[in-house]
């Protein structure tokens, strides 16, 4: 899978991330542009319910982000859709737990989200500027994989590809 990251995402991460000594997150949505490709879109910001050591994601507002954002969209979800979860860990590598894989496992195991899959970005801001970050993606039953991460510079249509930094 590959997941494309526009500069106003990681612009708006950049901007989020700096300063803070919790951890913070929400959820994202994507674009299905083709194949296994998505670009994300949006993701909400949540700044509350994250300590220095770990992230809970308040479901109300996760579900008020993705109503909305299914409003605007017009309810097309084979183009545009969940497509997981973000979170940060500013005093450690940004990559998943044994919680956060857990977590994810969950998600993609429950029924009643009807998630076929589920991706997981971790992110990092070093020296208030260059993010670190892992991208992994999660399907029931299966082992967590590796997400190739494009990251769009400031010409369009060029892209950088982000080092992996999830190991198995």
């Known amino acids: 899978m590959e997941l494309i990251l526009p500069r106003k995402i990681t612009d708006l991460l950049r901007r989020e991330l700096r300063g803070r000594r919790n951890e913070i997150g929400g959820v994202m ?4 542009v083709g194949g296994e490709t998505f670009r994300i879109v949006e993701l909400s910001v949540q700044r509350s319910g994250g300590t220095t050591l770990h992230f809970i994601r308040d479901p109300e507002q996760s579900k008020a982000f993705l109503s909305d954002f299914f409003a605007r969209t017009g309810g097309n979800y084979r183009r545009f859709n969940y497509i997981g979860e973000w979170h940060s860990h500013p005093t450690f590598e940004p990559v998943p ?4 894989i857990q977590a994810m496992y969950q ?5 009643e ?3 076929n899959f589920a991706v997981l970005i971790i992110v990092r801001l070093f020296f208030r500027r260059s993010l670190k970050m892992s991208a992994t993606l999660f399907r029931a039953g299966l082992p967590p994989e590796r997400v190739v991460v ?3 510079r400031k010409t369009p249509g060029l892209f950088s590809r982000l080092r992996i930094l999830f190991k198995k």
């Open 113 to 115: 989200v009807g998630a």
């Open 107 to 111: 998600i993609v195991e429950d029924p």
């Open 97 to 100: 737990s044994r919680n956060d």
């Open 150 to 152: 494009l990251l769009e």
């Open 29 to 32: 949505v994507a674009e299905h």
